[in-house]
């Protein structure tokens, strides 16, 4: 049986989200596995600063020891989101002392982790409603409608320059929403602060994903001679719009998940050229967010099933 990074050594890399609880009940695994990991939420904003904005970078230091210690990459993740911060404290901060406080937030963070290999700088600022480009959060509240220039403005300055800086986002598979991501990123790159885009991936209801679609988000980017990163993928089973659980689905319905997961990496191969990394969110469906998130209906998405074993989807996408 290969694994899967040897069965995409020629491609690109293959990486995984490890948290404190996953890399110590199966960090070998991940070791054979994978390339590279990133944190699932121990380099947040929320989770490294408190409200009284003290620091602890403890759950964050032993997983970037996790990667270095057996040779891995570590990507990072990530400086500005709308969740896993406390909002309403920096809603009370005045422009100029937000200002401040990110600045010296990225400074902290990125001077202490030098060695992850890039940085998702500001996480999904697009919105999702129709008309509607950035999505209303404490950080364009307070510097304006330009913010994400600022902020990738004032990355560049204080990160390292062989890391990669790179804006994340889901639902690029969907018109409108890749039209947003479109326009941030060649905004970006027309001032030189931004080096890769972030698809995450996010299969959640398939029903909204096509591969011609994604083929064209993958044909729309190439255009911006970015690097594309897969930061997040998984392919919700079943969907989650339903009230099924894992236990509930049939096996015609596996077997399409299944065949689904190859065809997405079918896709891979086609765009590797531009693909630095593809990033699984989550190791085994036992750690997956999506057993929780949503509607905490338990459901299975990723490679490996409960008893970190793999499933059906694993062989589609290492035997091609
Ligand atoms: C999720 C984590 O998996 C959860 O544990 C946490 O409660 C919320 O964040 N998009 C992202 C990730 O960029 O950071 C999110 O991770 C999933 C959606």
Redesign the pocket.
């Known amino acids: 049986m290969k694994t899967l990074k040897e069965a995409y050594k020629d491609y690109f890399d293959i990486g995984a ?1 490890v ?1 404190v609880g996953s890399y110590k009940s199966f960090g070998n695994l991940i070791a054979e596995q994978f390339d590279s990991i990133t944190c ?2 121990e380099m ?1 904003y929320g989770f490294v600063c408190n409200t009284k904005d003290e620091y602890d970078f403890s759950r964050a230091d032993e997983l970037y020891n996790f990667a270095l210690d057996n040779g891995l990459k570590i990507r990072g ?2 400086f500005v ?1 709308h ?2 911060t406390p909002v309403d404290h920096l809603d009370t901060f005045s422009p100029e002392k937000l200002w401040e406080r990110i600045k010296e937030h990225i400074k902290l963070v990125s001077d202490r982790y030098q060695k992850v290999s890039c940085w ?1 700088v500001i ?2 600022a697009a919105d999702d409603k129709n008309g509607l480009f950035l999505r209303d959060t404490v950080w364009h509240r307070k510097f304006g409608d330009d913010y994400y220039m600022k902020i990738y403005a004032l990355a560049r300055e204080l990160v390292p320059e062989n890391i990669q800086l790179v804006y ?1 986002d ?1 639902n690029e598979y969907i018109p409108e929403k890749r039209e947003k991501m479109l326009r941030i990123v060649n905004d970006l790159k027309a001032e030189g602060l931004i080096d890769a885009v972030g698809f ?1 991936s ?1 299969i959640t209801i398939p029903k909204y994903f096509s591969l011609d679609e994604y083929k064209r988000t993958f044909e729309e980017f190439s255009k911006t001679g970015l690097r594309i990163h897969i ?2 993928l998984d392919i919700a089973l079943p969907p989650i719009n339903t009230k099924k659980t894992f236990s509930d689905v049939t096996a015609e319905e596996r077997e399409a998940w299944a065949k689904l997961y190859g065809n997405v990496f079918a896709v891979f191969r086609e765009y590797a050229e531009l693909i630095d990394s593809v990033t699984f ?2 190791v085994s469906d036992d750690t997956s ?1 999506l057993n ?2 949503f509607d905490g209906h338990g459901r299975d998405a990723l490679l490996f099933d409960r008893d970190h074993q793999p499933n059906e989807a694993y062989f589609r996408v290492t035997e091609f």
């Open positions: 989200t948290n699932e939420n947040k993740h990530n989101w969740q896993c998702d996480n999904e994340n889901y995450q996010h930061t997040e969110w989550g967010w929780n998130a």
